[in-house]
């Protein structure tokens, strides 16, 4: 069984900052593409940020510059740095990750999610 795990959601002021995390677990060969998603109430889930196994990293505009995506491929974690916080980030945040699971030669690849960690900015 292989899960994700997020942490570190919770309120802040606009302006303030926020660190997510979401360790993955279980029978894991690798691990690949990492990222963040988010849905706020009443929008579909959007793309946040997202990770390569080797650090390539991309991010939505309306983040770009605020917040940082990072990983640690030893400890199976990725991470979402959130500053200059806005009230439109707001949302439901989820951990999304690119999952090799088993024991080689017995692997298969599935997308894994997390349950979602709330984060609210006050307006």
């Known amino acids: 069984q292989v899960q994700l795990v997020e942490s570190g959601g919770g309120l802040v002021l606009p302006g303030g900052s926020l660190r997510l995390s979401c360790a993955a677990s279980?029978?894991?060969?690798?691990?690949?593409?990492m990222a963040w998603y988010r849905q706020a109430p009443g929008k579909e889930r959007e793309l946040v940020a997202d990770?390569?196994?080797?650090?390539?990293?991309s991010y939505a505009d309306s983040v770009k510059g605020r917040f940082t995506i990072s990983r640690d491929n030893a400890k199976n974690t990725v991470y979402l740095q959130m500053n200059s916080a806005k009230p439109e980030d707001t949302a439901v945040y989820f951990c999304?990750?690119?999952?090799?699971?088993?024991?080689?030669?017995?692997?298969?690849?599935?997308?894994?999610w997390g349950q979602g960690t709330r984060v609210t900015v006050f307006a």
């Open positions: 279980g029978s894991i060969y690798s691990i690949n593409t």
């Open positions: 999304y990750a690119e999952i090799t699971a088993g024991t080689y030669p017995w692997t298969h690849e599935n997308d894994y």
């Open positions: 990770i390569t196994r080797k650090g390539v990293t």
